[in-house]
C-alpha cells in the first residue's frame, strides 16, 4: 500500500505561480511513477504530469506543456504551476503506480494509488 498526501493549493489570481507537494510513504516498490492528475468541476479526472523514480524522464498532458514542471526527491514529488489559467481551477490529484506510461495516463489510464486531493483556484 501507499499514502499520499498533498500540499501546496490554494488561490491565486491568473498569471501567478503554485508550487504542489506531494509526499509517498509505504511501499516504495509502489512509487515507480508518480504524478498529477486534476478534476475540475463537473469534469471527469484528467491526467497532468508523470515522472520516473529517477526523475529521467517526464511526460505532460498537452495542454499544460510549457507552463507546468514535474519533479522528483525520491518519494516527494512537486508540480511547479506558472502563468495559470482560470481554466486551471480543479481539485489536483497526486497519484502512484509500480509501472510507468506517460501515453497510458495521457489517453485515460488511471494509476493504482491516489491521494486525497488539493484545491486549486485561478481567480481572472
Known amino acids: 500500500q501507499v499514502q499520499l498526501v498533498e500540499s501546496g493549493g490554494g488561490l491565486v489570481q491568473a498569471g501567478g505561480s503554485l508550487r504542489l507537494s506531494c509526499a509517498a510513504s509505504?511501499?516504495?516498490?509502489?512509487?515507480?511513477?508518480m504524478g498529477w492528475f486534476r478534476q475540475p468541476p463537473g469534469q471527469e479526472r484528467r491526467f497532468v504530469a508523470a515522472?520516473?523514480?529517477?526523475?529521467?524522464s517526464t511526460y505532460y498532458g498537452g495542454y499544460v506543456k510549457g507552463r507546468f514542471t514535474i519533479s522528483r526527491d525520491n518519494d516527494t514529488v512537486y508540480l511547479q504551476m506558472n502563468s495559470l489559467k482560470p481554466e486551471d481551477t480543479a481539485v489536483y490529484y497526486c497519484?502512484?503506480?509500480?509501472?510507468?506510461?506517460?501515453?497510458?495516463?495521457?489517453?485515460?489510464?488511471?494509476?493504482?494509488?491516489w491521494g486525497q486531493g488539493t484545491q486549486v483556484t485561478v481567480s481572472s
Open positions: 497519484a502512484a503506480d509500480r509501472y510507468y506510461s506517460g501515453t497510458y495516463y495521457d489517453t485515460g489510464g488511471l494509476p493504482d494509488y
Open positions: 515522472i520516473n523514480r529517477s526523475g529521467s
Open positions: 509505504g511501499h516504495s516498490s509502489n512509487t515507480y511513477m
